[in-house]
């Protein structure tokens, strides 16, 4: 029997490992991109999926982190395209000649890995995934939309519970990013009904399950005169469905980087 021992409690927990959910156009592109900024965080693979990259552009330093080859942006067009990523993640250089060429042509060289693993858009995957298996595939936009099944369900489950597995132990820095959902109480009839809270914005018990394996969870919002910063406790007017269990990052973080909560994991929250 093989017996995986970890070095130490520190080295295992400098890892990000990170689900960020928000409303659309909050930024959580441009922080997942960030990790590009800095040599503690770069270089980063950004694994794209119907995010709003060319946002992107308006950052010179985002443009000049692509031509330098810290930013190396993927574009995924199905779930099953993972599968190949993280068996090279796992395995190192030498396993995926596609991949390592694309290392090689960024710049790095024969033994380089990324440091930063970024996806965008969780929400969206799941979206395209529950229209997939329901067999209401592109072609079908035209015609009526046939309700997912329960064995579908089932089967979203399964992948989505395995896809934060796999990739939250992988030994790197691991940020999902995906959409918000807002959750509504009862009011006065007549009235707008009160929001109770937010959460990330998965179908099914993926909503529960996938959270569950990020060592931090959190929303990125609005904070007063526009800073922007993590929500990781409560607001006064509502519960987000938040979590941070390293217990090194603050319950608020104005105008968050990857490098700058990588940093407060490594020096305690400082």
């Known amino acids: 029997m093989k017996l995986v021992t970890i070095a130490t409690l520190n ?121 997939r298996v329901a067999g209401n595939i592109s072609t079908k936009f035209l015609t009526s939309i046939e309700p997912p099944q329960i064995q579908d369900w089932g089967t979203l489950l399964n992948q989505f519970t395995t896809l934060a597995h796999d990739f939250f132990v992988l030994p790197y820095h691991v940020v999902f990013m995906g959409l918000e959902t807002v959750d509504y109480g009862k009011g006065p009839v007549g009235e707008a009904p009160p929001i109770e809270g937010y959460r990330v914005a998965l179908q099914g018990q993926a909503k529960r399950q996938f959270p569950a394996y990020a060592l931090t969870l959190m929303r990125l919002e609005l904070a007063p005169k526009g800073a922007n910063y993590f929500n990781v406790g409560y607001t006064r007017a509502h519960k987000s469905a938040v979590k941070e269990q390293t217990g090194m990052i603050p319950a608020k973080v104005l105008n968050p980087t990857i490098p700058m909560l990588v940093n407060m994991l490594m020096k305690g929250g400082d």
């Open 11 to 131: 080295e295992e927990a400098n890892n990000l490992k990170m689900l960020v959910f928000a409303e659309p156009g909050l930024g959580k592109t441009h922080l997942g991109a960030s990790a590009s900024l800095d040599e503690l965080t770069a270089p980063v693979l950004f694994l794209e999926y119907r995010a709003q990259i060319a946002s992107l552009r308006s950052n010179p330093a985002y443009v000049k982190a692509m031509e330098e080859g810290n930013l190396i942006i993927v574009r995924i067009e199905k779930y099953t395209e993972l599968a190949p990523i993280h068996a090279w993640l796992k395995a190192g250089r030498g396993s995926n000649e596609v991949l390592d060429e694309l290392m090689t042509s960024c710049g790095h060289g024969p033994e380089d890995m990324p440091k930063t693993i970024v996806f965008d858009s969780l929400t969206e995957l799941q979206r395209a995934e529950v229209m």
